[in-house]
């Protein structure tokens, strides 16, 4: 039998868009006339689904909509999908920081929450009275917290600072205090969203480490949420995918991070990305990635073509445009970056392509993330971060047979970029 410590049934929760976040006086009104003939909400029938880059027709949003999954004791759940997909709307809710419109959670122990920088904490009190505060506010008694206290200051590292009011604080300092205290006081279910990220790298070690030992032998349960995948992958062993306020993928970490890095995957119309930056006198107007041939995918060892497609209505000079392209993989780290500043770029009077072919491609298989820019002169023209990303199938970097492992050195990776 399974020991399920979570259950969440039917989850959805509706805001009003504008200024207020509630229904107006004459909406009230309306539900609870209808909720005195015994009628069900006539709001619940209305609203957009959670898009945020679209223009709605409805007051309404749902920020999640018909959300259902199971977290077993001692499991590690990781919650990934791109901002404002409804990540930390479910946080709250599990947490009871807010309440659904619908739905119901069914919860077997206490739940520590970690949802934004400084929640629950006093910012007139010391860091030594907030520690006492939050465990009272988990349920625990002043005996259980001091029997705690010294070992959650040393896990902090702000001990110098302890009988200090947590308003002179650094976010850092405050997250590393706010962390100790939830993983120090024993609940049953640790709730993490994001705020790790504000913890320096040493930091982000430790507390990934405390939960795993959390899990693992303290049998506890952990729900996180993070867009470090490698953090993700490493800390948990299930995942779902939210996506527009639905829960579109429930499975295994890696199936799950895979469907995450597979959603966007050759965004070819860059002109309609509204994440960019510039003056735009030029524009990325869309991208094609391919193989040896346009209809073959790339592989390793093989050709890799990226070809771009600019907009030049101004007719700007192609000796006056720079063009840099930086690629990181899955975990965020950069592999390469390809600048006409570095290697001279082959040209013609009235650009309108641009493209960067690797003879050899680099790449073992997986999926990769691309941020381009250009610029003329000294002026940026157009820069989008993580414009798009593309996949890499299988092959050989080296002799027949051997394949290129992850984080293996490679030496001598030439490139060529011209316009067209």
Same mark, same amino acid.
């Given at each position: 039998m399974k020991d399920i410590i979570l259950k969440a #049934? +039917? $989850?959805s929760k509706q805001y009003r868009l504008g200024q207020v976040g509630t229904g107006t006086l004459s909406h009230d009104l309306n539900r609870w006339w209808h909720q005195v003939r015994g009628k069900e909400d006539p709001y619940l029938k209305i609203g957009d689904t959670n898009d945020r880059s679209t223009k709605g027709t409805s007051d309404y949003v749902w920020a999640l909509q018909d959300i259902n999954f199971e977290v077993e004791r001692g499991e590690v759940l990781g919650i990934i999908g791109k901002n404002g997909a409804g990540k930390s709307t479910l946080l709250k809710i599990l947490s009871k920081v807010t309440a659904p419109t619908t &739905?119901? $959670?069914?919860? !077997? &122990? =206490?739940i520590a929450s970690l949802l934004e920088v400084g929640t629950g904490f006093n910012p007139e009190l010391t !860091?030594? #009275? +907030? $520690?006492?505060l939050n465990g009272a506010i988990l349920g625990m008694t002043k005996k259980e917290i001091a029997s705690k206290l010294d070992e959650i200051i040393e896990f902090s590292g702000c001990e110098r600072y302890i009988d200090t009011p947590v308003k002179r604080y650094s976010s850092g300092m405050t997250v590393r205090l706010a962390f100790a205290v939830a993983a120090f006081l024993e609940p049953e279910i640790l709730v993490i969203d994001e705020v790790l990220a504000v913890g320096d790298a040493e930091f982000q070690k430790k507390a990934i480490g405390k939960m795993q030992d959390i899990s693992k032998q303290g049998g506890r349960t952990v729900l996180f949420v993070s867009h470090n995948m490698a953090a993700v992958k490493s800390l948990c062993t299930r995942g779902i995918l939210i996506e527009n306020g639905t829960a579109i993928f429930d499975g295994s970490i890696d199936e799950t991070i895979s469907k995450y890095l597979q959603g966007d995957i050759v965004n070819t119309k860059l002109i309609d990305n509204n994440n960019r930056i510039g003056c735009g006198l030029i524009l990325f107007e869309s991208v094609k990635v391919y193989g040896d041939a346009e209809d073959l995918k790339p592989i390793t !060892? !093989? *050709?890799l073509v990226l070809e771009f497609s600019i907009v030049n209505q101004h007719l700007i000079h192609s000796s006056d445009i720079f063009f840099d392209i930086r690629i990181d993989d899955d975990f965020g780290q950069r592999l390469v970056w390809a600048s006409t500043r570095?290697? #001279?770029m =082959? +040209? *013609?009077d009235d650009p309108n392509k641009i493209v960067l072919q690797f003879d050899k491609n680099p790449f073992e298989s997986g999926i990769y993330f691309a941020t381009i820019f250009l610029q003329i002169k000294n002026d940026v023209a157009d820069w989008i971060d993580n414009a798009f990303t593309f996949e890499v199938e299988e092959g050989s970097y080296f002799l027949p047979g051997k394949k290129i492992t992850r984080g293996q050195s490679r030496l001598n990776v030439d490139f060529d970029i011209q316009f067209k």
């Open positions: #049934e +039917n $989850i &739905g119901s $959670i069914k919860c !077997g &122990g =206490r !860091g030594k #009275e +907030n $520690i006492f !060892g !093989g *050709v570095l290697k #001279e =082959r +040209n *013609v």
